[in-house]
């Protein structure tokens, strides 16, 4: 269904690459995932639909993920070397160029709506560790124990690492063991761009790390008549490359597609390093893109036309918006 307005509207979402071989996980487990995944779409499609900002609709969907047990965000998230959650979140305005991100978080439920109201508080881009969740909670934002990002799946992929660390055998552990993030990108209905990402991290990190999901222009990047882009997987690379701003800068300057310029980052620029990594990407015109170079991605979109496809490996799924 077209939203009222008759100008393109697009969303994309993904909650991380590197997923589990799907003999890993009963099926019934990768139907829940896909499960989540529709409902972040339809909770940010909900508001393009009505006229909402794109803005508004990447942290709907972004909260949706992060408040679900099946990525690597919020609840479930991952557990740094001492045992400890430690979020980082990233949102940025296409229209304006503003941008607001959290990093080291221990406390706040929706690091995510933690990174808009910083951006919105003109006091900062980025706030870490202490400071970050005392911003969240004088700001009223919802704030927990520990605990509540803590699940069993967390705490098994944990002591699985540290035994491959002692064993010396890192290289064999599974991408899902490692990492994951959650983001979306939106196009709304007055031409403006969004994009957003929340992630724990990955297991086994050191504490303190920050990656790039908190870094504006490499894992979170939006742009208004060029692109909104989310990123996930190894972040280090991603903040190197400067995966967002470059894919912006070759459909820029270069004069390159949405698809060709990330193709080429993921599978040229990060080619080298051997690292797990994907995107979601719209465009300025609402095209999408969903490139990854590992097992498989959690991802899902709703093109221009209304249409709504979720994934986990290569088998796309038609549902409805």
């Known amino acids: 269904m077209k939203n009222a307005q008759q100008n393109p509207i697009a969303l994309a979402i993904h909650g991380g690459c590197g997923v589990m071989n799907k003999a890993d996980m009963p099926e019934s487990d990768w139907e829940a995932a896909r499960a989540d995944l529709t409902r972040a779409l339809k909770a940010g499609w909900a508001l393009l639909m009505q006229g909402g900002s794109a803005l508004d609709a990447v942290e709907a969907a972004v909260v949706v993920m992060e408040n679900s047990e099946h990525f690597n965000a919020g609840h479930g998230a991952a557990l740094n070397t001492d045992g400890v959650h430690e979020l980082d979140a990233s949102i940025m ?28 508080s ?83 990190k050191p504490a303190g790390r920050i990656g790039d999901s908190a870094v504006i222009g490499a894992g979170t990047y939006a742009s208004d008549g060029v692109v909104a882009l989310s990123g996930t997987g190894k972040g280090e690379f991603f903040i190197r490359h400067a995966v967002g701003h470059e894919i912006a800068s070759r459909m820029r300057y270069l004069g390159e597609s949405l698809t060709d310029a990330c193709q080429h980052v993921v599978f040229t620029d990060l080619a080298p390093h051997d690292i797990g990594a994907g995107l979601v990407a719209v465009g300025a015109d609402g095209s999408i893109t969903a490139p990854y170079n590992t097992a498989g991605m959690f991802r899902g979109w709703i093109d221009t036309n209304g249409r709504m496809f979720v994934a986990t490996h290569d088998e796309i799924f038609e549902t409805q918006a």
């Open 93 to 120: 305005d296409g229209s304006t160029g503003e941008a607001g991100a959290v990093a080291m978080t221990r406390a706040i439920r929706n690091p995510i709506t933690a990174a808009r109201a910083l951006m919105h």
């Open 122 to 204: 003109g006091e900062t881009v980025m706030l870490g560790g202490a400071a970050a969740d005392a911003f969240a909670k004088k700001a009223g934002l919802s704030m927990v124990e520990q605990a509540y990002f803590t699940t069993e799946r967390r705490i098994k992929a944990l002591a699985s690492l540290k035994e491959h660390a002692k064993a010396g055998t890192d290289a064999k552990a599974s991408e899902a063991e490692k990492h994951g993030t959650v983001g979306a990108v939106a196009l709304d209905a007055q031409g403006h761009l969004a994009a957003a990402t929340s992630t724990g991290g990955f297991n086994n």
